[in-house]
């Protein structure tokens, strides 16, 4: 669990820790590539959901929140900084803290149905 949390999604540029390998390629590529400053400059959608089930991607983070917050029912006291500045350590607490920042039940907006998200197993 420890190296999970502390090694697996480290950026190798400013050392942030993000919860997640999907996480981690929005950092790198939100903060820390030219090409992607690029595109947004151009007005392109660049900013993909946080949610790797979901291909929605948007022109502004701003829209990116709305989404996150009607669709897929985020909190809207959730730390939208994380992308940016990932935790600010790898201790249990604060993924104890981004999972419940999110809810179980989880909508992709498809007929109604509703997909559930679970905490993975610890083995």
Not at 62 to 83: C, E, G, P, T
Not at 91 to 116: E, I, K
Request: hydrophobic residues 35%; proline residues 3%.
């Amino acid at each position: 669990r420890h190296y999970d949390q502390a090694h697996r999604n480290v950026c190798s540029v400013c050392r942030a820790i993000l919860p997640s390998a999907h996480w981690l390629d929005l950092h790198i590529q939100e903060h820390h590539d030219a090409f992607f400053s690029a595109r947004v400059a151009r007005g392109e959608k660049a900013f993909a959901c946080f949610l790797p089930a979901c291909t929605r991607v948007f022109s502004r983070p701003q829209k990116r929140k709305l989404h996150m917050i009607d669709k897929h029912h985020f909190a809207r006291s959730f730390n939208w900084s994380l992308v940016r500045s990932g935790l600010r350590s790898a201790n249990s607490a604060d993924v104890d803290r981004l999972a419940s920042a999110f809810q179980r039940s989880v909508s992709f907006g498809r007929h109604g149905t509703q997909s559930r998200m679970q905490r993975p197993q610890n083995n």
